[in-house]
């Protein structure tokens, strides 16, 4: 399985504070793409990131790729209780086409 | 725009029943695909199509069945639901570059 697993699994903090989740995947990649899921709902795009890139930033979320040990991190800065959520990473190998693989998720807690 | 639809938001089946979920996008985009997440879990894709008249296999399509007849449309079909098939059903869309995916609300699928 090309499965990228995230780390931790769940992850509670305090509104104000940092957040940070890791992605582990398998083999080589095309790109790495994050996503978040609020209870109930669908899943969102939150950034991208290709094969050949280090670090992306977009608002309070900070990306950073190496893809010499197969992994990912994903930070958000100064938390929100908003951003309570489900965040899953996905790894697109194909060169062209996108089929995504779904890490299992990390559950983020944001306490007001 | 109303972006990726799915209908029914919930369902109920019994055991040997089948059923289509819905899903149609406005975006124009060519590529739409089906996950299902299971609790706990990511999402795990059942089948794709990268334009009318093409479909493929994901990674659990067995008990699934599609087809896309136009590029609006990419309807699911349980022909003989199962206890294993209850889960929440994604619908997603993929816009030109192929990268970021854009999912629909979700359909809920119990079955008895």
């Known amino acids: 399985s090309q499965q990228g697993e995230e780390d931790p699994q769940a992850l509670s903090i305090q509104e104000g504070e940092n957040a940070t989740m890791n992605c582990s995947y398998k083999?080589?990649?095309?790109?790495l793409q994050w996503y978040r899921q609020n209870s109930g709902r669908g899943l969102v795009h939150l950034i991208l990131?290709?094969?050949?890139?280090r670090e992306k930033h977009s608002g309070r979320l900070r990306v950073t790729l190496d893809t010499s040990k197969k992994s990912s991190s994903l930070l958000i800065t100064a938390s929100r209780a908003a951003d309570t959520a489900s965040y899953f990473c996905?790894?697109?190998?194909?060169?062209?086409?996108?089929?995504?693989?779904f890490g299992e998720g990390t559950q983020l807690t944001v306490n007001p | 725009n109303a972006g990726v639809t799915q209908t029914p938001k919930f369902q109920v089946l019994k055991t040997g029943q089948s059923m289509t979920l819905q899903c149609a996008q406005d975006?124009?985009?060519?590529?739409m695909s089906w996950y299902r997440q299971d609790p706990g879990m990511g999402l795990r894709l059942i089948h794709y199509?990268?334009?009318?008249?093409?479909?493929d296999q994901g990674e659990v399509p067995n008990g699934y069945n599609v087809s896309r007849s136009t590029t609006e449309d990419f309807p699911l079909r349980l022909l003989s639901a199962a206890p294993s098939q209850t889960s929440v059903y994604f619908c997603?869309?993929?816009?030109?570059?192929?990268?970021?995916?854009?999912f629909g609300p979700g359909t809920r699928l119990l079955v008895l």
């Open positions: 997603a869309t993929c816009g030109r570059t192929q990268e970021t995916q854009y």
């Open positions: 975006m124009n985009h060519e590529y």
């Open positions: 996905a790894t697109d190998y194909r060169t062209s086409g996108s089929r995504l693989t």
């Open positions: 083999t080589s990649i095309n790109n």
């Open positions: 990131i290709r094969s050949n890139e």
């Open positions: 199509s990268v334009g009318a008249g093409i479909t």
